[in-house]
């Protein structure tokens, strides 16, 4: 039993959660709970995590990196002694406008960089719908996306520079260069190293927003509206799919008005500097909708707006309220797929009597299938089992098994049939090279 004392003399005992009630807040993420962490750090700089590191080294000791825990692939959850390291006071920001480029330390909840580049005219556009709670450095180890993905890209797009530490306790920056190691740690779910530093780009705010809502008697003609629109040309600020299930959620939850008679709703934003280009578009989107029988509500301000959007946020919490018992799925599969997956995946769930609800950034072809089950009737194997059948399907439609939630600790299982072997081999030997005694975050990504 390594003795965790050592590491409170080390960091000082302000900085380490000892106390056994303390610890057990510490071992869940959103999705998954795991063990009773040995310790929790709570580094306060870079130095602090380089003398966390060391310690770990000499003491053999794992480490699990932790920002909100908001994480839905059980990425922060320890599954073997160790030391969760958790980031939540390292929140230091800073707004270089000249440069348009925010530089945050991991701690910085996503939503409060844009909150403090507002002032400049700039903002952050990776927007996970987690953005209220979510830290920057769990969105850069899961690469998490959010509804602008589809035109802005995702927050891998938007790292200008990165500083890591290794797992030997050693300091790095890395920018968007040779061999672009700033790339690899992006998505590497806190399993290559600890990001304890980030520089982001920023955007100047687009003039001009323009909302709409399309409702649908059908699930797939909504999907097959998103492939018209785009095809016809509109690159929209954001295209979201919402299901019957997810509606009727929301509206139980919060009363926002949304159509709770209809089979799948899709939420749409255009945005841009011109007007009438940002207007033209949203009614490429609308007339798209129309023909596939959608039904069109522009929102007539941004108050409306705003409310529609608050809709589409409060999906997870509002599915969270009714079916405390879900297996929330992450898939992303080429777009013009996605009418038949979208059909697909419900007749899966109507065959295993089990209720889906599905909602996901469309517009990128993820989706979120949640698998609605009550534990007293159905065996968690059976939910296993389909969504291992859900990863399949987006295996089969030329997709992969994650679209931003990460592979983590729930999809562990599944990369083996998605990468053949000489990829998995590659991962393993990178992973050999920046972690050998497989300290960080051991059992998670890669298969045993
Ligand atoms: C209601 C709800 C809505 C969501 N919507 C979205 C969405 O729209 N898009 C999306 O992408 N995700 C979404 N998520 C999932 C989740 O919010 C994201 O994965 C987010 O990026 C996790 O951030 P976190 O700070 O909570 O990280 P955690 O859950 O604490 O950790 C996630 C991973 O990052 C690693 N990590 C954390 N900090 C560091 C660090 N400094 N260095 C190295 N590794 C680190 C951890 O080890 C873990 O593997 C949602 C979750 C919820 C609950």
Redesign the pocket.
């Known amino acids: 039993m390594p003795d965790v004392a050592t590491l409170a003399r080390e960091l000082g005992s302000h900085k380490v959660l000892l106390d056994r009630a303390d610890r057990l807040l510490y071992r869940y ?2 999705i998954a709970e795991g063990e009773v962490p040995l310790a929790v750090a709570l580094p306060e700089t870079t130095k602090d995590v380089v003398r966390l590191v060391r310690w770990a080294a000499r003491a053999g000791v794992p480490l ?10 059980g ?2 959850v320890p599954l073997v002694e160790a030391v969760v ?1 958790a ?1 939540t006071r390292m929140r230091e920001l800073r707004i270089h406008p000249e440069r348009r480029l925010a530089e945050v330390q ?1 701690g910085v909840v996503t939503l409060e960089i844009s909150r403090a580049a507002e002032p400049h005219g700039l903002y952050y556009p990776p ?4 953005y209220r ?15 602008q993905c589809f035109k802005k890209g ?2 891998g797009d938007y790292v200008a520079e990165l500083e ?1 530490v290794d797992a030997a306790g050693e300091v790095h920056r890395a920018r968007r260069e040779a061999y672009d190691v700033a790339g690899l ?1 992006v998505g ?4 290559l ?4 530093r980030a520089w982001l780009r920023l955007e100047p705010r687009p003039r001009h927003t323009r909302t709409l809502m399309a409702y649908f008697p059908e699930v797939g003609a909504a999907a097959e509206a998103v492939s018209e629109a785009i095809a016809r040309g509109v690159v929209a600020a954001k295209l979201e799919f919402m299901d019957q299930a997810c509606v009727r959620a929301v509206e139980a939850s919060f009363g926002l008005g949304l159509p709770t008679e209809a089979a799948a709703v899709l939420l749409v934003d255009t945005d841009g500097d011109d007007l009438e280009v940002v207007e033209e578009e949203l009614e490429l989107v609308a007339a798209a909708c129309e023909a596939h029988g959608g039904t069109v509500r522009r929102a007539a301000d941004a108050a409306e707006a705003d409310r529609l959007w608050q809709a589409r ?1 409060a999906v ?2 509002a599915l969270g309220r009714i079916h405390p018992h879900r297996m929330n799925e992450d898939i992303a599969v080429p777009r013009s797929r996605l009418p038949e997956v979208v059909r697909r995946i419900q007749e899966l769930g109507e065959a295993y009597g089990l209720p889906l609800a599905q909602f996901g ?1 469309i517009g990128d072809g993820n989706l979120h299938p949640n698998i609605l089950y009550d534990p007293r009737e159905t065996p968690e194997e059976r939910v296993h089992e389909l969504a291992h059948e859900i990863a399949r399907v987006a295996l089969a439609f030329g997709g992969v098994l994650s679209g ?3 592979i ?1 600790l729930t999809k562990r299982a599944f990369l083996a049939e998605a990468l053949d072997a000489e990829t998995l081999a590659a991962l393993g030997r990178i992973k050999q090279a920046l972690d050998p005694e497989g300290r960080l ?1 051991p059992g ?1 990504v890669l298969p045993g």
């Open positions: 993420d959103a699990v990196p932790r920002g909100a825990a908001s994480g839905l692939s990425g922060a390291v980031f991991p927007d996970p719908a987690s709670q979510s830290t920057i450095g769990g969105n850069l180890a899961e690469n998490a996306g959010g509804p995702v927050t890591w740690l590497s779910e806190g399993t190293g600890l990001i304890t946020r997870s919490p950034h931003e939630h990460g983590g975050n998670k």
